[in-house]
């Protein structure tokens, strides 16, 4: 039972690069979202989907793209990195809307921006 | 402005012992506060979720209360064990505001 995979685990950018950050799930799982982690913050939520198809923005969502063709798959791609957007990236599933039920997360992708 | 506070923001004890760590939140309207576990380089995992209607809730050796009249939540954690170091964070509403966590570390 994998649970919520995030790949690549670390990844080092040049400003001005573009890079997908993937997310897959395996627990049939209609809500995913994205969260960046930046020391001294909370999590902020970048970008969420109910379902398939359907995308919304969070808090943070400029500079970000997402798109959810598939229920299992939620990719966050970075259009032109900036060093900004240096932080922990953590992709989450849970069941329905996501209200009222425990997220899952995955371990996060560590990412920088030179 | 919906926001979740929590105190301390680190804490060291003795293995052992016994913690209360501190949860304020603002956001309005209420629906449920949640407590995550985040291990150094891992996800969080939720611990233990607590609705309108609930004062205390347990998870093993964890026990959440909340005083929906002051908007604050505590989790209390007994007989600390060398795992329990962790950042433990404080949730409202789900997947929308996050407090910034409180760090434990658990020493021998």
């Known amino acids: 039972n994998a649970g919520v995979t995030q790949t690549p685990k670390f990844q080092v950018l040049k400003t001005g690069q573009s890079m997908t950050l993937q997310c897959a799930q395996d627990?049939?799982?209609?809500?995913m979202s994205w969260y960046r982690q930046d020391p001294g913050m909370g999590l902020r939520l970048i970008h969420y989907?109910?379902?398939?198809?359907?995308?919304d923005q969070g808090e943070v969502p400029n500079g970000y793209n997402v798109s959810r063709s598939t229920t299992e798959d939620f990719p966050l791609r970075l259009l032109s990195a900036a060093p900004s957007q240096t932080s922990v990236y953590f992709c989450?599933?849970?069941?329905?809307?996501?209200?009222?039920?425990?997220?899952?997360f995955g371990d996060g992708t560590r990412l920088s921006i030179l | 402005k919906n926001q979740v506070e929590q105190s301390p923001q680190s804490l060291i004890i003795l293995e052992g012992k016994n913690c209360t760590l501190q949860c304020n939140y603002t956001v309005s309207p209420f629906s449920n506060l949640r407590w995550y576990k985040q291990d150094t380089g891992r996800g969080p995992v939720s611990l233990t979720i607590m609705t309108f209607s609930e004062n205390t809730k347990s998870n093993g050796r964890y026990t959440a209360t909340l005083d929906a009249d002051t908007k604050q939540s505590s989790l209390h954690i007994t007989a600390s064990q060398l795992s329990d170091s962790a950042s433990y964070i404080c949730?409202?509403?789900?997947?929308?505001?996050f407090g910034t966590g409180t760090s434990l570390t658990v020493i021998p």
């Open positions: 989450a599933s849970s069941r329905g809307t996501g209200f009222g039920q425990p997220q899952h």
């Open positions: 949730v409202g509403r789900d997947q929308f505001y």
């Open positions: 989907s109910v379902g398939a198809g359907i995308t």
């Open positions: 627990m049939n799982h209609e809500y």
